[in-house]
């Protein structure tokens, strides 16, 4: 499995080191940038989680590919894990360039993609960064902690733990010290995403307590007033982590906004469904390099 270049801290918060992993192609010069962030309900994961398809990508398609880490919930808030978003894509337009050869890479052809939260955060980022990333890949991505899958208490995957509130106690704690990471299990704070579904409580764990906070948070929502670069979605129609219904409206309001969308909804599959060692996506990159 390809091993990053490089491990570059873009931001600093007191003693918090925020850092990014970029995977280089070779020979390169004046390369794409496809940034990508992990899931995990922003409650737990970490930049290591990167597909394999997008590790491979690197050399099969030539581009450059980061992988970030940022702040969790809920020691921090879904806004400012957001501002960790903004300052990465910032750090990765503005000073990049200066942590790699001459002319390796175009920091002005920028695609964002996440998975699940990451799909969150790439889905902000294509409403709220200006400029807007030239494309977005939204993989099973949440769209909005008020939607019926995140209201209502919902069963464990199949063959993830169901913590109890006790057992989590330690990280539902909002004052304890920041982490931008979490190992996978046995790391307690691995059961975090499983226990959230159980409890219907994302927005709270995201300091969202209302309808009026949670309002630049419902993605759909806000497509018509701030528009969305064009996207490609991914989402399987068996997802037990995310409901398909969280992609269903986000794409909905695009096409209702005469936005450019291509959708892949992939019947039978659940979450995950792009981490085998063998899968690959033609479309996918077809339509990253056609807009990128």
Not at 4 to 17: A, C, F, L, N
Not at 190 to 213: C, F, G, K, Q, T
Request: proline share 9%.
């Amino acid at each position: 499995m390809a091993v990053p270049d490089q491990t570059i801290i873009y931001k600093k918060i007191g003693s918090v080191e925020i850092p990014l992993d970029l995977y280089l192609p070779r020979n390169v010069q004046k390369a794409p940038i496809l940034l990508w962030f992990h899931g995990g309900g922003l409650l737990l994961g970490r930049r290591d989680l990167l597909a394999p398809h997008m590790r491979n990508g690197v050399h099969a398609h030539g581009y450059a590919c980061i992988s970030a880490d940022y702040r969790l919930a809920p020691q921090v808030s879904v806004q400012e894990v957001f501002e960790d978003v903004q300052d990465c894509i910032k750090f990765i337009r503005t000073e990049l360039s200066s942590r790699v050869p001459e002319g390796a890479l175009d920091v002005s052809r920028l695609a964002v993609s996440g998975s699940s939260a990451g799909g969150f955060l790439t889905l902000l980022a294509g409403l709220y960064v200006e400029p807007k990333p030239q494309v977005i890949i939204p993989i099973y991505p949440i769209t909005d902690p008020l939607g019926v899958f995140f209201t209502n208490p919902q069963p464990a995957p199949p063959g993830r733990y169901a913590a109890s509130k006790e057992e989590m106690e330690e990280f539902l704690d909002t004052t304890g010290e920041p982490v931008t990471s979490c190992a996978k299990v046995p790391d307690p704070r691995a059961h975090m995403y499983v226990y959230m579904l159980r409890a219907a409580n994302l927005a709270e764990l995201w300091h969202i307590p209302d309808e009026e906070s949670a309002a630049p948070y419902r993605i759909s929502r806000r497509i018509q007033e701030h528009r969305l670069p064009p996207a490609y979605v991914l989402h399987g129609d068996a997802d037990t982590a995310v409901g398909v219904e969280q992609a269903d409206e986000v794409v909905g309001a695009m096409l209702g906004c005469g936005m450019t969308v291509e959708y892949e909804r992939p019947h039978g599959k659940d979450h995950f469904l792009d981490n085998g060692d063998d899968y690959e996506n033609p479309a996918m990159y077809a339509f990253i390099k056609k807009y990128l």
